[in-house]
């Protein structure tokens, strides 16, 4: 007799056995077919409506993914993916989505001939060991150094992108940013930080020629008093605080009771004495510009303005650290603490500018900045968010070589090599585990083919063509002109991918693929929507094993 379960009727179902599987496979195979269009250069763009009823243009795998709103776990499990890649080496984000799917798609046939989910990982496994050990033998060094090596990786890895066609302004901006924020830890290695040193500043109008990489920073702020402060200081010395130049305000309400009209001046005075003596311990310094992430009150300003010093209040502790970062001043807690090394000399100019209707100060010809913002301009938002998205890839690519110079094929060539390489090995493998590791040697094969088919050309030919090629071992650079859809010399177009970005395409596609061919069951604890007058629900029945296969999920 089956042992009973315990199944709430109304809060929990059950879906397990192959029915997961091919639910699973079906739902990555979804999400893999809305962005298979957007890889390569001659892909399409997709236009997406936000949760806030704006517009998004653009063909960037993570940002279209992130917008969608899907039900089924496994196809979120997919997005995620693509959110990882993105933050792990900002390139690669729609690629890693096409090998997931095919790689669940071939291991379909498996399933359905009632192989244990285990032994198809396996096999996937050792095909990711092998794929790896392709990638080191067909990479070659870079020297970091040579700038037109360094902006000809950059560019081929962003000329799928929307943005190149406007030939090398991306990569320019995108080398120069990230050389700029560069530290040499030592023994070789060099830290990049691109999300907290490089600020994009995106403001519409003028053309995206325009653009440019600042030798500082510059930021949305006007001085406090405009009619009396200087807006234009060469070489200026900066002080940087994060405290309030204004009286302490108290905790609580505070009550004070005055027994002679006189105390009342007193008090007054106190506050006007606090705030003066912070002020000369800071002018003492002579600093001619002074920047608070807090407030300031009007008497300090007045202080200032009369010694001449530029003031700046109310700055985000981003911007702030950068500037200390560019100008190599240090932010002070306490004006009484102050000292002479606090002091930024590093800074050439600062200058507050207008463009358009607001104000922005700029502090800008540093000596040697360590950080810096990129100022886009362009003709409209959506534009400028899109060139802001492809600008952030390029950084990426460009850190992950300042990081890792080593270079791998770009246009299909890597993968087609590491698909001709793991069918010759599966004919050495033994046992059941060989049609597996076949299937995933051909799941490579996905990216070429999905390259082609953007292309518009004959997809059968052309990958016949490749493979050809590719099984001689003639030449493990030959792939496809995403332009043209020709088989070409991938060396002498100059079309390369990073080391890091393929290994972590490869790596988290696999390992995702196996996680969830790995999933036989799906509980879902999500209550029944109740229509509106329909009676309370029954309590939980006891049903056998066997119904509960039989459960069907519960429609999102």
Not at 148 to 171: E, H, P, R, W, Y
Not at 247 to 275: C, F, H, S
Request: glycine share 8%; proline share 3%; aromatic share 4%.
């Amino acid at each position: 007799m089956q042992s009973p379960v315990l199944v709430l009727k109304d809060s929990l179902t059950r879906e397990s056995g192959s029915k997961v599987h091919h639910g699973n496979i079906q739902a990555s195979k979804a999400v893999a077919d809305i962005i298979r269009t957007t890889l390569g250069p001659r892909s399409m763009l997709k236009m997406l409506l936000d949760a806030a009823g704006g517009i998004v243009v653009t063909n960037d795998g993570n940002a279209i993914l992130r917008e969608l709103d899907v039900a089924h776990p496994a196809a979120k499990s997919m997005i995620e993916l693509s959110r990882t890649q993105d933050e792990e080496v900002g390139d690669g984000t729609t690629s890693v989505i096409v090998l997931a799917g095919e790689m669940l798609h071939v291991a379909e046939a498996f399933i359905d001939k009632k192989y244990h989910p285990t032994v198809i990982c396996r096999a996937y496994n050792k095909a990711l060991e092998d794929a790896l050990a392709v990638l080191d033998k067909i990479s070659m060094s870079i020297d970091v150094n040579d700038r037109s090596m360094m902006l000809g990786l950059v560019k081929s890895c962003i000329g799928t992108k929307f943005t190149s066609q406007f030939g090398d302004l991306i990569a320019d901006l995108a080398l120069d940013a990230t050389t700029t924020v560069g530290v040499d830890l030592g023994q070789g290695l060099r830290e990049v930080d691109i999300k907290k040193y490089i600020k994009v500043e995106k403001i519409p109008g003028g053309q995206l020629e325009d653009s440019k990489v600042l030798k500082g920073v510059m930021f949305n702020k006007d001085v406090v008093v405009p009619g009396k402060m200087k807006r234009k200081i060469v070489n200026p010395r900066i002080i940087l605080l994060d405290c309030p130049l204004e009286y302490k305000k108290g905790e609580n309400q505070t009550n004070a009771e005055l027994v002679r009209e006189e105390d009342w001046a007193v008090l007054l005075k106190m506050e006007e004495e606090y705030i003066e003596n912070l002020c000369a311990q800071i002018l003492k310094f002579k600093p001619d510009l002074v920047i608070t992430e807090k407030g300031l009150s009007d008497l300090a300003c007045h202080y200032f303005s009369k010694a001449g010093v530029s003031a700046i209040r109310r700055l985000r502790k981003t911007d702030n650290n950068r500037i200390a970062k560019a100008c190599g001043a240090v932010i002070v807690n306490r004006p009484d603490e102050l000292q002479e090394s606090d002091v930024g000399t590093g800074a050439g100019l600062f200058e507050v500018k207008k463009i358009g209707d607001e104000f922005f100060a700029y502090i800008v010809d540093c000596k040697d900045p360590k950080a810096c913002t990129v100022l886009l301009r362009g003709a409209s938002k959506d534009l400028l968010n899109e060139v802001e998205r492809n600008l952030q890839d390029a950084m990426s690519v460009a850190r992950n070589i300042l990081k890792h110079p080593k270079l791998v094929p770009g246009g299909g060539a890597t993968e087609l090599t590491v698909s001709a390489t793991l069918k010759h090995k599966s004919s050495s493998i033994e046992g059941i585990e060989k049609w597996p590791y076949e299937a995933a040697a051909v799941a490579f094969e996905a990216i070429p083919r999905t390259l082609a088919q953007n292309c518009g050309v004959n997809v059968i030919r052309t990958m016949t063509a490749l493979q050809g090629k590719h099984a001689n071992g003639e030449n493990a650079w030959t792939g496809i002109d995403g332009n043209s859809g020709e088989i070409a010399d991938m060396k002498e177009l100059k079309i390369w991918d990073a080391y890091n970005v393929k290994a972590q395409t490869f790596k988290t596609a696999i390992e995702a693929a196996c996680m969830l061919l790995r999933i036989d069951d799906i509980v879902s604890g999500i209550k029944k929507r109740q229509a509106p007058g329909a009676s309370q629900p029954s309590k939980p029945t006891i049903e056998t094993e066997g119904d509960a296969d039989n459960e069907q999920m519960i429609p999102e």
